[in-house]
């Protein structure tokens, strides 16, 4: 059962815009989250992460929100540029354990 | 400083053939991780290492071996490939519950 839900297979923006991507996860035990960023036939990229000690994160363009309750998790990315088409995934794990576990991918396309 | 290095890039096998997928990591990570990426199923975990000497089943185990040769190298073995093994294989290194660094990725079709 996946642990781990992107529920938008694609996404597309005009650049200059926000980008938003979300993501859901359901085990209450994760509390450390990541986003990469992958380009065709290459490997992810890290991109940004968050504890669950903490709600947002910011670096430069991109920020991550944390809601707990909800447990779910998005990735702004403003304003967003035309190289940052790419897909993005979500992962998470629990900091006492060694298994990251990844949504299955958004894929963004900014619009020049 | 490489980060993480896979061979081969692409490969062609035949149902029944056997390979060995080889990843190496240069910045001495206690961790090592074998993934497949096929569409729409995102990243699904093989096998990892948590440590040298130490191998633990992931996701989708079944059809692969792995060896953890030491700290820097973690090898995936396929010992009778099939079609359904077609997919892209990543190899990816952390230290602790930090970021995960991965290499290119080996582009595997089984026919």
């Known amino acids: 059962d996946q642990q781990v839900k992107q529920n938008s297979p694609s996404l597309s923006v005009q650049e200059g815009r926000i980008s938003i991507l979300n993501c859901d996860y359901t085990?209450?035990?994760?509390?450390?989250f990541l986003w990469y960023k992958k380009y065709p036939a290459e490997g992810p990229t890290f991109l940004i992460s968050?504890?669950?000690?903490?709600d947002k994160n910011e670096d430069g363009r991109f920020t991550v929100f944390l809601n707990k309750s909800a447990k779910h998790l998005s990735l702004h990315i403003v304003p967003s540029q035309p190289g940052d088409s790419a897909v993005y995934f979500c992962a998470a794990s629990e900091s006492t354990g060694n298994q990251f576990y990844f949504g299955t991918g958004t894929s963004l396309t900014v619009i020049p | 400083n490489a980060g993480v290095t896979q061979t081969p890039k692409f490969q062609v096998l035949k149902t029944g053939q056997s390979m060995t997928l080889q990843c190496a990591q240069d910045m001495n990570h206690n961790s090592m991780y074998w993934y497949r990426q096929d569409p729409g199923m995102g990243l699904r975990l093989i096998y990892y290492?948590?440590?040298?000497?130490?191998?633990d089943k992931g996701e989708v185990p079944n059809g692969y071996n792995v060896s953890r040769l030491n700290k820097r190298e973690f090898s995936l073995r396929l010992e009778s490939a099939a079609p359904s093994q077609t997919s892209v294989y990543f190899c990816?290194?952390?230290?602790?519950?930090?970021?995960?660094?991965f290499g290119p990725g080996t582009r595997l079709t089984v026919t």
């Open positions: 990816a290194s952390v230290q602790g519950s930090y970021e995960q660094y």
């Open positions: 085990n209450s035990m994760f509390d450390y």
């Open positions: 968050i504890s669950s000690i903490k």
């Open positions: 290492s948590a440590s040298e000497g130490t191998t």
